[in-house]
């Protein structure tokens, strides 16, 4: 407006340092001759569309008893990493269950808020193990500073699947089948003549109660003939 002063306006979206320099026809301006230095950091709100939310099992499988590592990467509006740990959030799991109607429901299993890792740029880790098989419901909620309003991030929620761990022998079951009987610690009656179909069932757990619905364990069936004296009691 006459004054001789030139006004210039703009936004930098991505964090990093910047160098600003005024040329006129090509020719650095006075005492900008080198420029000068900027430093832009991450915006103040968080993004819970860019957001991610990852867990370290590989191709969404975990075993029971095992620790399950969740990370939150935290992001602003522009997709930089927030390397701050002003924010909140808050993971929550649940298990598909079933209630005595059949019906499926979400239970909840574990709670927790998300810590943030000094170790790793805007990460924010929890860790927990869970015991049970199953099909599991991961999801993580933003809490906005400003107005406390909690908001669900992308991609959530996430599945994860817990299979059974390893094989428990103490833990197992086993029992008796004859014809149509299923009896616990069932004996075949001595001195029988007639010929009965006998079936040992072996029910495969884990150390957590788990039913391991796994091909690849083997069992060995050992059967003692128990041979009988004249006088019909057991040598």
Not at 77 to 92: H, I, M, V, Y
Not at 192 to 208: C, G
Request: glycine share 8%.
């Amino acid at each position: 407006a006459g004054t001789g002063t030139f006004w210039s306006t703009f936004s930098l979206t991505r964090t990093g340092e910047y160098n600003i320099m005024a040329k006129v026809a090509g020719l650095n301006v006075g005492a900008m001759e080198n420029g000068f230095h900027v430093q832009v950091t991450w915006a103040n709100i968080t993004s819970t569309e860019l957001t991610r939310f990852t867990v370290s099992s590989s191709n969404g499988v975990s075993f029971a008893g095992e620790e399950v590592s969740c990370s939150i990467l935290s992001k602003d509006a522009f997709g930089n990493n927030r390397n701050e740990s002003d924010q909140q959030f808050a993971l929550n799991i649940s298990i598909q269950s079933e209630d005595i109607a059949g019906d499926s429901y979400d239970r909840v299993v574990a709670s927790s808020f998300p810590q943030f890792d000094p170790t790793q740029a805007a990460v924010y880790i929890s860790s927990h193990v869970l015991t049970q098989s199953g099909l599991y419901n991961l999801t993580v909620l933003f809490y906005a500073p400003d107005t406390g309003i909690a908001s669900p991030i992308m991609g959530i929620p996430m599945t994860l699947r817990i299979s059974a761990a390893q094989f428990s022998p103490s833990d197992s079951g086993v029992y008796h089948r004859s014809g149509a009987e299923v009896l616990a610690g069932f004996k075949p009656t001595l001195f029988t003549s007639t010929v009965i179909a006998e079936e040992l069932v072996v029910i495969s757990r884990d150390m957590y109660g788990n039913v391991r619905q796994n091909e690849n364990d083997v069992f060995a069936l050992v059967v003692t003939f128990l041979a009988l004296s004249e006088s019909g009691s057991n040598d």
